[in-house]
């Protein structure tokens, strides 16, 4: 009798359970599910960023015009004039500071991947001098702008006397922008086979060969990448440039002038002056030359690329 009880409840149990087919249904729907929740999350994210975009770009283009873009701003607190200046100390800032930022921010990133684990085998001091520069690369990624500014201020402006000028700004957004191009020069390396290293050995070259002509060309994608957010960064920061470049609607002589970023102009627009709309053209604008600047580089990177594989 326990005998038959017991064979009863394992028939259904086994009855019970689902079938390959209708397992293979439910993970099919639940994947189905995932990629549309994800494809969902994508779309709504692109449609803000074409919403604030578009927004910006359609209220700010009844300011546009060639007197707007030709003319420098009137200074004051009445929003009067145009941009020109702003926008030519925007591209001044941004090529003085990638200048100094990115060569050595790029260094250090192949120092790290490539040549600190055999460095820091051989001698204690320069395995912990390694250990302190990556941790204060990690503390310095998530320091506040303002902080950078302060430094600037201090060192720069004050200790050095350089003043209120480009060459105190660019030195200021240099060490600002340095943790991310180191970074971001990390992981592209770090993305690379170890195999297209070995290779490379393999065949007589010599390390500075496999990194100047196997891995850099390969990796050079994502260090643009972070060159990139370098320069976005750079066009966008108000705090830093606010105590280090000063607020000057004249165009700069020299790097020892002192100037007005675009994003300088905003917030200034915007909190000093009643000339909204001016504000939102010159965003406008802004928002112009970060994409073209992009497109850009994207384009000459791609061309670098060919050029270092020997396509």
């Known amino acids: 009798m326990n005998t038959s009880l017991t064979n009863e409840k394992r028939f259904a149990l086994r009855k019970k359970q689902p079938t390959p087919k209708q397992n293979l249904k439910r993970r099919k729907l639940s994947q189905k599910i995932a990629f549309g929740f994800f494809w969902l999350m994508g779309l709504i994210a692109i ?7 578009g927004y910006v770009l359609a209220k700010g283009a009844s300011s546009i015009n060639l007197e ?26 941004v090529l003085f500071t990638i200048v100094i930022a990115a060569p050595l921010g790029v260094g250090a990133g192949i120092y790290f991947v490539e040549y600190a684990n055999e460095a820091q085998n051989h001698n204690k001091f320069v395995r912990w001098l390694i250990k302190t520069a990556r941790t204060g690369v ?8 303002i902080i950078f500014g302060l430094f600037g201020f201090a060192v720069f402006v004050s200790y050095m006397k350089l003043g209120f000028s480009l060459l105190s700004a ?3 957004g240099a060490c600002m922008v340095l943790p991310v191009i180191i970074r971001t020069t990390e992981e592209a390396l770090l993305a690379v086979p170890d195999s297209y290293r070995q290779a490379s050995l393999g065949l007589g070259a010599t390390k500075w060969q496999t990194v100047t002509g196997v891995i850099l060309p390969t990796a050079l994608p994502g260090i643009v990448t972070g060159i990139v957010l370098s320069v976005g960064r750079i066009i966008s920061e108000t705090a830093v440039f606010w105590v280090t470049l000063g607020g000057s609607y004249r165009l700069p002589q020299n790097l020892m002038s002192s100037g007005r ?29 970060i994409i073209l600047l992009n497109l850009a580089i994207n384009i000459t990177s791609r061309r670098f690329q060919k050029r270092l594989s020997g396509k």
Do not use: C, N, Q
């Open 47 to 53: 449609a803000v960023l074409f919403w604030i975009v």
């Open 68 to 93: 707007f873009l030709t003319t420098r701003p009137a200074g004051g607190f009445d929003g009067e004039g145009g941009i020109s200046t702003t926008i030519v100390t925007t591209i001044y800032l």
């Open 138 to 145: 990690e503390i310095l990624a998530g320091v506040p702008s």
């Open 170 to 172: 660019g030195l200021s």
């Open 261 to 289: 970023t675009l994003a300088l102009h905003v917030y200034m627009l915007a909190t000093e002056t009643r000339a909204f709309d001016k504000a939102l053209g010159t965003s406008a604008i802004l928002i112009i030359i």
